[in-house]
């Protein structure tokens, strides 16, 4: 059962099992307003939810699972024509709950929030799709990624080993409900374990200091907005696990929280097709930049370019696969794409580049596309690069990409916030690393283009001039 926790005759009422935008929802309330939102969605098909940080999205989205009914979760932000693709490519036949203002030809199911109903549904088939989630588009138009409820009840059982995570917990951040991080582990995650649920709305280093939770999600530029201020960030001494996602962490971030909170974050890794994979422990080793072992249940292997496996010795690269029980059943009318990336054999191909050592720990480098640099001969990890310039004073957010090169194939590129010479910079990294892996150019920029989970869109880089 998904909403075990939820659903449950032995779990006991609470009355703030769910905060959010102003909104309070015992776990009574929300069993009973979810039920008379399942009544209304019940039958084939699938709905849209504008996913807005809102009681009536929480409502929508566990109505869905209670009916059965699969969601595809829209961003609110999204461009027209982006938000008409996933409409037309998922067949959505409805809004559900909070809706645009241009419906785009759809009917729209309003969600009650005083609406209640005790009707009993039969829990849907493991196999059944829970939701559809589209893709950032960063390889062509959007691709809707399917992942059943199996696949989300054992990610989240996991995690839950990984982390400790109990119903004892209070959950909080402020994170978007159309991604992984914020839907699946922070809501959903809530949901099946039982934990009080709060949603800080805006991710800013004093919501996050107010909450008094125990458990806190967060991209690292949350992280970074905490350790910038001091105070707020003191008040989460008295959590029990900070937990870091959805891209890299800075190094200087990671000791920032060491030293305020007294917490060492926990960093993970995942993506929307597969969920949460590797992770490092509540009670276990947590390593600056690297991102821990593989979850119960989950395989990993890193290959080189001709597919024979790499060394385990921290330092070679290679590209990572993995497989286990909480992968995606495919791309939505997608069979191609598909098969690019999931073999018969269970192995979903990431996409990103990683080195692993003796012990089974993880380090990301990036994604193959971006993040692997062949320079001279040489095989360069930007994350590597930037990690040592993060260590500099004077730089205060970075992105390293590999440009078109007559002479090396690619040459290593910095862009950096920051107020350091771009001299004194390249000089910096080739003092910390081998020569071969410093900068042979600094930018200095005012900002770098990033998503609305904070990854920096790398191809965008590629393109500026």
Same mark, same amino acid.
């Given at each position: 059962?998904?909403?075990?926790?939820?659903?449950?005759?032995?779990?006991?009422?609470?009355?703030?099992?769910?905060?959010?935008?102003?909104?309070?929802?015992?776990?009574?309330?929300?069993?009973?307003?979810?039920?008379?939102?399942?009544? $209304?969605?019940?039958?084939?098909?699938?709905?849209?939810? /504008?996913? $807005?940080?809102?009681?009536?999205?929480?409502?929508?989205?566990?109505?869905?699972?209670?009916?059965?009914?699969? &969601?595809?979760?829209?961003?609110?932000?999204?461009?027209?024509?982006?938000?008409?693709?996933?409409?037309?490519?998922?067949?959505?036949?409805?809004?559900?709950?909070?809706?645009?203002?241009?419906?785009?030809?759809?009917?729209?199911?309003?969600?009650?929030?005083?609406?209640?109903?005790?009707?009993?549904?039969?829990?849907?088939?493991?196999?059944?799709?829970?939701?559809?989630?589209?893709?950032?588009?960063?390889?062509? !138009?959007?691709? #809707?990624?399917?992942?059943?409820? $199996?696949?989300?009840?054992?990610?989240?059982?996991?995690?839950?080993? !990984?982390?400790?995570?109990?119903?004892?917990?209070?959950?909080?951040?402020?994170?978007?409900? &159309?991604?992984?991080? #914020?839907?699946?582990?922070?809501?959903?995650?809530?949901?099946?374990?039982? =934990?009080?649920?709060?949603?800080?709305?805006?991710?800013?280093?004093?919501?996050? !200091?107010?909450?008094?939770?125990?458990?806190?999600?967060? +991209?690292?530029?949350?992280?970074?907005?905490?350790?910038?201020?001091?105070?707020? !960030?003191?008040?989460?001494?008295?959590?029990?696990?900070?937990?870091?996602?959805?891209?890299?962490?800075?190094?200087?971030? &990671?000791?920032?929280?060491?030293?305020?909170?007294?917490?060492?974050?926990?960093?993970?890794? #995942?993506?929307?097709?597969?969920?949460?994979?590797?992770?490092?422990?509540?009670?276990?080793?947590?390593?600056?930049?690297?991102?821990?072992?593989?979850?119960?249940?989950?395989?990993?292997?890193?290959?080189?370019?001709?597919?024979?496996?790499?060394?385990?010795?921290?330092?070679? %690269?290679?590209?990572?696969?993995?497989?286990?029980?909480?992968?995606?059943?495919?791309?939505? =009318?997608?069979?191609?794409?598909?098969?690019?990336?999931?073999?018969?054999?269970?192995?979903?191909?990431?996409?990103?580049?990683?080195?692993?050592?003796?012990?089974?720990?993880?380090? %990301?480098?990036?994604?193959?596309?971006?993040?692997?640099?062949?320079?001279?001969?040489?095989?360069?990890?930007?994350?590597?690069?930037?990690?040592?310039?993060?260590?500099?004073?004077?730089?205060?957010?970075?992105?390293?990409?590999?440009?078109?090169?007559?002479?090396?194939?690619?040459?290593? +590129?910095?862009?950096?916030?920051?107020?350091?010479?771009?001299?004194?910079?390249?000089?910096?990294?080739?003092?910390?690393?081998?020569?071969?892996?410093?900068?042979?150019?600094?930018?200095?920029?005012?900002?770098?283009? $990033? =998503?609305?989970?904070?990854?920096? /869109?790398?191809?965008?880089?590629?393109?500026?001039?």
């Amino acid at each position: 059962m998904l909403l075990s926790s939820l659903r449950s005759a032995d779990s006991a009422d609470i009355a703030d099992a769910v905060r959010i935008d102003g909104t309070v929802l015992s776990r009574s309330d929300l069993l009973g307003a979810a039920t008379a939102v399942a009544e $209304r969605v019940a039958g084939p098909g699938r709905v849209a939810v /504008l996913a $807005r940080p809102t009681a009536a999205t929480v409502l929508a989205v566990t109505g869905c699972l209670i009916a059965g009914v699969p &969601f595809v979760p829209v961003p609110a932000d999204v461009g027209v024509a982006e938000r008409a693709h996933i409409l037309s490519d998922s067949g959505a036949r409805a809004w559900l709950g909070d809706a645009p203002g241009d419906l785009a030809g759809l009917s729209h199911i309003p969600v009650r929030l005083h609406a209640r109903s005790w009707h009993s549904y039969a829990e849907p088939a493991p196999d059944a799709p829970a939701y559809i989630m589209y893709t950032s588009g960063t390889t062509g !138009a959007p691709k #809707g990624v399917q992942t059943s409820r $199996r696949a989300v009840a054992a990610d989240i059982d996991a995690l839950a080993t !990984a982390w400790q995570w109990s119903a004892d917990d209070t959950l909080v951040h402020g994170l978007p409900l &159309f991604h992984v991080h #914020g839907l699946v582990l922070g809501l959903l995650g809530s949901l099946r374990i039982g =934990n009080r649920f709060v949603h800080t709305g805006k991710p800013t280093s004093e919501a996050y !200091a107010a909450a008094g939770g125990t458990l806190y999600f967060g +991209v690292p530029t949350v992280w970074s907005r905490v350790v910038a201020d001091p105070e707020s !960030a003191r008040a989460l001494r008295g959590a029990r696990l900070l937990v870091s996602g959805s891209a890299g962490l800075p190094v200087p971030v &990671f000791d920032g929280l060491v030293a305020l909170t007294g917490h060492a974050p926990v960093e993970r890794y #995942g993506s929307t097709e597969s969920l949460i994979t590797l992770s490092t422990l509540g009670d276990g080793e947590r390593r600056p930049g690297w991102v821990g072992l593989p979850l119960a249940g989950v395989q990993t292997r890193l290959v080189d370019e001709a597919g024979a496996d790499v060394p385990h010795d921290g330092e070679t %690269i290679g590209r990572l696969q993995v497989r286990g029980p909480m992968m995606f059943d495919g791309y939505l =009318n997608r069979a191609a794409a598909t098969a690019e990336v999931l073999g018969a054999d269970g192995w979903y191909h990431t996409g990103d580049v990683a080195v692993l050592d003796g012990d089974g720990m993880h380090r %990301i480098v990036g994604r193959e596309s971006v993040d692997l640099i062949k320079s001279g001969g040489y095989r360069v990890g930007a994350g590597e690069v930037e990690t040592a310039l993060l260590g500099h004073p004077g730089v205060a957010e970075v992105a390293v990409v590999g440009l078109p090169d007559h002479d090396l194939g690619q040459r290593i +590129v910095a862009f950096v916030v920051g107020d350091a010479a771009p001299q004194a910079l390249i000089d910096f990294v080739a003092e910390q690393l081998s020569a071969h892996k410093r900068p042979r150019e600094v930018r200095i920029v005012d900002a770098l283009p $990033r =998503n609305a989970m904070g990854k920096v /869109l790398k191809k965008e880089l590629l393109t500026w001039s």
